[in-house]
């Protein structure tokens, strides 16, 4: 078996969250953005990838048509923990972590749907999974930034049957709205994305307490700073989440060796795709860190992501971003119902991309690398 070609479909579909987004830095944006990645075979069996994301879409599509597409042409699409130990070092002086990661995430997904197709099994069924029909999902929403807007999704969300809800904001005010809104049984989190000082971490972990935060995310700047996340942990009393930025397995471990979280959040499209993921959820159940992936995804990542939660048991959270997309490829495939995702049960990622929606919605041609 031999991969023939590789597709890459820049997709931008405007979305509304319920209420302005606040700036993210890295996420202000009028759409949401997808790199959808086709793998072709000689076999005819194709296989679908998501590479991240957002803003950055350019440079990794750029990485993916002019290095990490070529590299793979010819490959046999069967000896995915082969290929992607052969890739990771060809690639590395280009970065451990950045647009070559992401697309060579891209292909790696792409190889396990084929992988699953070719196996006739839902890809959760192929890594291990019993079989279920849907997994845990929490509420992830974006910045609101006004504490009543806040208040009011959250409260809205709840109705909706989440019992985990995850904000983005930084302001204190708005971090009590959301107690106030999501009430006294929700598990409620906070993102805020690398914003500061160990010091200045420590502080704002300390005035939070009274809203009782399952677990506070990414308190550090600079993400690499584990010793910094690890003094912020203890001196914490809730728990710490991290790893969306972390450059796969090794960063783990490091982070782990360090006592600096309790949560691990590997994301598919960044870290080195699935074989990557797997190998983290096997590190953390060695250092009793629970693994609840990053993924603020909406396309072949956000199903790798389903598949990947649903083979893992019960201790675990699929991330489900707050955002309804004017249409989808995936149709509903990722929408929550009372708190939970379906899984998908035919053979791969288990669903294909509707392409009359992904022409429609992509910026420029498809490009093909052979
Ligand atoms: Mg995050």
Redesign the pocket.
């Known amino acids: 078996m031999k991969i023939t070609a590789i597709h890459a479909h820049y997709v931008r579909i405007p979305f509304d969250m319920g209420a302005p987004l606040q700036d993210m830095g890295g996420i202000r944006f009028p759409t949401m953005d997808h790199l959808l990645v086709e793998v072709t075979t000689d076999t005819g069996l194709t296989g679908w990838g998501e590479g991240f994301g957002h803003t950055i879409i350019p440079a990794t599509k750029t990485a993916l048509e002019t290095y990490v597409g070529p590299w793979f042409i010819g490959k046999d699409p069967t000896d995915i923990t082969g290929l992607h130990r052969e890739a990771a070092q060809a690639f590395h002086i280009f970065g451990r972590n950045g647009p070559v990661v992401y697309a060579h995430s891209a292909i790696d997904i792409a190889l396990w749907d084929i992988a699953a197709k070719r196996a006739g099994l839902p890809l959760y069924q192929l890594l291990g999974g019993a079989r279920r029909p849907d997994v845990q999902a929490y509420s992830?929403l974006l910045r609101y930034g006004k504490p009543e807007t806040v208040a009011r999704i959250c409260a809205e969300r709840v109705r909706d049957g989440f019992r985990h809800i995850?904000l983005?904001e930084h302001d204190t005010a708005a971090v009590f709205a959301a107690r106030e809104g999501a009430g006294p049984a929700t598990a409620l989190m906070n993102?805020v994305?690398c914003p500061w000082s160990v010091a200045e971490a420590i502080e704002r972990e300390r005035a939070w307490r009274p809203a009782e935060l399952y677990w506070l995310?990414?308190p550090v700047w600079p993400p690499e700073d584990h010793n910094g996340l690890a003094r912020v942990r203890r001196q914490a009393t809730t728990r710490i989440?991290?790893g969306?930025?972390a450059a796969g397995l090794h960063d783990f471990h490091d982070l782990f060796e360090k006592g600096a979280i309790d949560i691990a959040?590997p994301?598919v499209t960044k870290i080195g795709g699935i074989t990557e993921m797997l190998k983290i959820a096997a590190l953390a159940e060695a250092h009793s860190v629970r693994f609840i992936p990053?993924c603020?995804y909406f396309g072949p990542g956000n199903l790798a992501s389903i598949h990947v939660v649903a083979a893992q048991g019960t201790d675990t959270l699929l991330?489900n971003i707050h955002a309804r997309l004017e249409a989808s490829p995936y149709g509903n495939a990722m929408q929550a119902h009372n708190g939970r995702v379906a899984v998908p049960q035919a053979p791969g990622l288990g669903v294909e991309p509707d392409m009359a929606i992904v022409a429609k919605y992509r910026e420029g041609t498809v490009t093909t690398i052979k």
């Open positions: 992830s995850k983005h993102d994305n995310e990414e989440a991290a969306e930025n959040q994301s990053h603020a991330e």
